[in-house]
């Protein structure tokens, strides 16, 4: 799962210009993902607890947040994620129990806090916070109504 969205990741990245069928594609793929999102968002969570580090849906959650920023970066599919119900909430609600448990435990969504000494510890969670901001801001960029929400 996590390699077919590195290869979604990569599709909604280029810069090419898409057809008006490739733009409808991308967008059932994006009402499938984000509802993907909402449902597993919470997966990450676990993985400030070091027995579930490597936890697969945590790692597919980190994935699809990703690929979730990608595509709201893009115009084509920014109003349509904006209009999608629950994503700006769930992203906010995650925001925040993500901020909460960094304060409970080791904080291992930030970069900041994964440092030891001099080299870094590279957990798959790190920027985690950061991406979630960015969906956030993504989806309220020139929306009055999400914006209104947040």
Do not use: W
């Amino acid at each position: 799962r996590v390699t077919l969205l590195e290869l979604i990741m990569e599709k909604v990245s280029e810069k090419n210009p898409v057809t008006s069928e490739e733009m409808n594609l991308f967008m059932r793929h994006a009402d499938f993902l984000a509802g993907c999102f909402k449902e597993k968002c919470e997966a990450v969570l676990k993985l400030t607890s070091a027995a579930d580090a490597e936890d697969e849906e945590a790692l597919v959650t980190i994935r699809l947040l990703d690929v979730l920023c990608e595509m709201t970066s893009n115009n084509g599919q920014l109003e349509h994620l904006q209009a999608l119900p629950g994503l700006l909430e769930t992203a906010v609600d995650t925001l925040r129990l993500t901020h909460l448990a960094g304060k409970q435990a080791v904080n291992i969504f930030t970069a900041t806090h994964t440092m030891t000494g001099q080299e870094e510890i590279s957990h798959p969670a790190v920027g985690f916070k950061s991406h979630l901001i960015r969906l956030i801001g993504n989806l309220c960029y020139k929306n009055k109504e999400n914006q209104d929400k947040v």
